[in-house]
């Protein structure tokens, strides 16, 4: 593949040496049991002694526990964050260590409302207060009132802490967003983009062509930027070594993008023990159960495609009249029997779905020529193995129903008969079909074109890889926004991350963008929260326009299961 013949990728021809090599490992800094403490009471609202945090909300509300952990509302970077309209805007200030043990921007400057618009009066205190130190942020917390006695307004609780837990939050709290990230430099910003062997076909080089193609186009954060490619070998109980030895030698700032099949665990877990963004890989499985806030995946791949496919299934089973033949299924891979397995999963017993058959090449048709119109079957195949069953059965296998999944199977890489086009319907996540998804994909060909990259068959990882890219780019300029505005706050992944939930969120509504340089071409709804960490959660059912036509179109509303 392309991408082996460099490892590094480095955008400015006149780095110096030391951001293309980069620095030594960083020495890890010791725990300290006091910033420890003051931790788990702002991240998990616990106290010293393992009891739930207590705080009374002005309106009497009593909050115990998690909900009334400081980062409910401060967020993990204490950056806090800005809610609501133009006519009803709450403000929830920066509590990061660089902006709360300091004067705020106006104060001092603050001449009157009629010289500074702000939205309402919370706004005007937190933009003129003076500097909090270990006293009055007590004071805060208890009272309820700022440096200056001013009183702070809802939904600000007041908390009950002893004099050791009000220690310990004020010196977690200096040093939340105090220093540098990993991988961030004076001279060059790392990132590192992971390919799992278990990646099909060309998907990696495709993933790696574009990271490649943007890192030489964009000056996003201010910085250079070094890609590191971070290809991985062997089983994936040996993944998490080879990315430690990785990120020993160099440390990164985030893992941008990357291409994978069926197992991404290791990598996922890898991030969230060294609190490494991982943002939104190219996958047909994304991990789901395991707890985590540093990656953002775009859904969870062909398991969604089966929960969709089971809605389907018994929406029409409650229609009137409905009663929806019994499902067989068919897989080839790992992918493949994870998505029949979530389907099993999902029908239970209604449907008494048997056993997932095993696809083989050498009788592609074997047990499939016989299959009448009462039974539908599901083939979680790739594009050469449905081909090799066209081949068996120009006419199809029984005369039901045929359900593909698009994410194995993308209908632009398909030679379908009109046999088969005529009854074949695809479980799709990506449900941008209309005008703005024509014209994203548009927008993507006509760059990949000029960056000389492929621009036929499967789009969908490159345009995966560019959305990533394009949404760290958007991010990353808010965020160097900000810094001009608050300045002396390092750059933080927690930060980043907070940043690219409200680029995703843009995608929410599928309200097309004004934005000429957009090309998140494949989803037409996408979000993300605070505890939401799969940004697409639904899809549609697809099916070609005519037996003769090459056209897609819904044939079901959005489904989200």
């Known amino acids: 593949m392309r991408y082996r013949t460099a490892a590094t990728w480095v955008l400015a021809a006149s780095l110096p040496l030391t951001a293309i090599l980069g620095p030594a490992a960083e020495t890890p800094i010791p725990s300290d049991p006091q910033v420890d403490i003051g931790r788990r009471i702002y991240r998990e609202g616990r106290l010293a002694d393992g009891s739930p945090l207590r705080a009374i909300r002005p309106e009497g509300f009593v909050l115990e526990g998690e909900p009334a952990a400081c980062v409910t509302c401060h967020r993990e970077s204490g950056m806090g964050s800005v809610e609501g309209s133009l006519e009803l805007t709450l403000l929830v200030p920066p509590v990061a260590g660089p902006l709360l043990f300091a004067p705020a921007r ?33 004071r805060a917390l208890r009272e309820g009132l700022d440096p200056d006695g001013q009183p702070l307004i809802a939904p600000m609780p007041r908390y009950a802490l002893d004099e050791s837990s009000l220690s310990a939050l004020a010196a977690y709290l200096r040093g939340l967003g105090a220093a540098s990230a990993p991988g961030v430099k004076t001279d060059a910003l790392h990132l590192a983009t992971v390919v799992t062997p278990d990646a099909p076909g060309e998907q990696g080089e ?179 193995e449905i081909a090799l069953l066209v081949a068996a059965l120009p006419e199809g296998p029984g005369s039901g129903p045929l359900y593909l999944s698009s994410l194995l199977a993308p209908p632009e890489s398909l030679a379908l008969p009109p046999a088969w086009k005529a009854r074949v319907t695809f479980v799709s996540l990506f449900d941008d079909l209309g005008l703005q998804g024509e014209i994203a994909r548009l927008r993507l060909t006509h760059w990949l074109d000029r960056q000389e990259l492929e621009t036929g068959g499967d789009l969908r990882p490159r345009a995966d890889a560019y959305a990533a890219a394009y949404l760290l780019t958007r991010a990353l300029g808010e965020i160097r926004g900000q810094e001009a505005r608050r300045p002396g706050v390092p750059l933080s992944r927690e930060h980043l991350l907070e940043a690219l939930e409200q680029e995703v969120n843009k995608y929410a509504d599928g309200t097309p963008l004004v934005d000429p340089d957009s090309h998140v071409a494949f989803y037409g709804r996408m979000s993300l929260g605070p505890r939401q960490r799969m940004a697409a959660r639904g899809g549609a059912l697809l099916r070609f326009m005519s037996p003769e036509s090459h056209r897609l179109v819904a044939v079901t509303g959005r489904i989200v299961p």
């Open 106 to 138: 106006f104060a001092g400057t603050f001449l009157n409302e009629g010289h500074h618009w702000v939205p309402n009066k919370a706004w005007a205190r937190a933009l003129t207060r003076g500097a909090y130190d270990d006293g009055s942020l007590a």
């Open 206 to 384: 495709a993933v790696v062509g574009v990271l490649r193609a943007w890192a030489a186009a964009s000056q996003a954060s201010g910085r250079p930027l070094v890609l590191q490619v971070w290809e991985l070998s062997g089983p994936p109980e040996t993944w998490s070594g080879q990315l430690e030895a990785r990120y020993r030698e160099q440390p990164v700032f985030a893992i941008l993008s990357g291409a994978g099949g069926a197992e991404w665990r290791p990598v996922h877990r890898f991030c969230e023990a060294h609190r490494v963004p991982c943002i939104l890989p190219s996958l047909e499985v994304a991990p789901e159960g395991d707890p985590g806030f540093y990656s953002l995946y775009y859904s969870p791949g062909v398991t969604l495609e089966a929960r969709l496919l089971a809605a389907h299934w018994r929406a029409e089973s409650r229609a009137p009249g409905g009663k929806p033949p019994p499902i067989i299924q068919m897989f080839s891979d790992a992918a493949g029997r994870r998505a029949a397995e979530a389907l099993a999963g999902a029908l239970g017993t209604e449907a008494q779905p048997e056993s997932p058959r095993r696809f083989r090449p050498t009788a592609p048709a074997a047990g499939l020529d016989a299959l009448g119109e009462a039974t539908a079957l599901a083939l979680w195949l790739r594009p050469e």
